[in-house]
């Protein structure tokens, strides 16, 4: 069965304290692995796609890294700006159907 | 250029009532997807649509159905509203230019559904 893991559930950073997020997957057959922002009350916002391991992808003070397992999501220097709920998701058939994680809540505090 | 525009962006329903949601792809995006979000989870998939076919189709009861029109727009429609179908409904949609599933979908800001 197919399977997304975040961890951890939550995460309280003080400004400028670097750390990072893990997202482990089960899917037969990686078509990628997509990364999202997404704020209260509003959609999920498109990060990054990696689509085979080794492969890494950089937006600002994100980067995102992906292996066979596992995908990371670091965040560098993080300002109170990067607070958001971050989920990971892998399409789990050719239509694109998305696997969601149950995503990290991370909170910067200044 | 627009993104994904969804109406309304909230509801509010009594329990057995009927609701439609309206979703409104980016320009040029053919697939549009549908998924419910409950506080504190991920988005889970409810359906998906291609070129006014449904795709695919979520652990969701029959009460769910959908469809999408000429012009790529779809609509979710819920019948015989419980309690548990509270909850934010988002659209996304992706360009699917070929099969393989690995294009980013791009969300709404989504329906906020109350039902009391």
């Known amino acids: 069965e197919d399977q997304v893991t975040q961890s951890p559930e939550a995460l309280r950073l003080q400004e400028g304290e670097s750390s990072s997020l893990n997202c482990s997957y089960t899917v037969s057959g990686l078509r990628g692995l997509f990364w999202y922002r997404q704020d209260p009350g509003k959609g999920p916002e498109f990060l990054f796609t990696?689509?085979?391991a080794g492969e890494e992808k950089e937006k600002e003070r994100l980067k995102a890294t992906l292996t066979k397992k596992e995908s990371f999501l670091h965040i560098t220097a993080p300002k109170p700006e990067d607070s958001a709920t971050y989920l990971c998701?892998?399409?789990?058939?050719?239509?694109?159907?998305?696997?969601f994680g149950a995503g990290t809540q991370v909170v910067v505090t200044p | 250029d627009a993104g994904v525009t969804q109406s309304p962006t909230h509801l509010i329903k009594t329990r057995g009532q009927h609701v439609t949601l309206r979703c409104s792809p980016i320009s040029g995006h053919k697939s549009v997807s549908w998924y419910q979000q409950v506080l504190g989870q991920g988005p889970q998939f409810i359906f998906q649509y291609y070129e006014k076919e449904e795709r695919g189709r979520g652990n969701f009861p029959d009460r769910f159905s959908a469809r999408q029109f000429p012009n790529y727009s779809s609509e979710l429609n819920v019948n015989a509203l419980l309690l548990g179908d509270s909850a934010l409904y988002l659209c996304?949609?992706?360009?699917?230019?070929?099969?393989?599933?690995?294009?980013?979908?791009?969300f709404g800001d989504g329906t906020r559904l109350s039902i009391l």
């Open positions: 990696l689509y085979s």
């Open positions: 996304a949609s992706s360009p699917f230019e070929s099969a393989g599933g690995n294009q980013p979908q791009h």
């Open positions: 998701a892998v399409p789990t058939d050719s239509w694109g159907k998305l696997q």
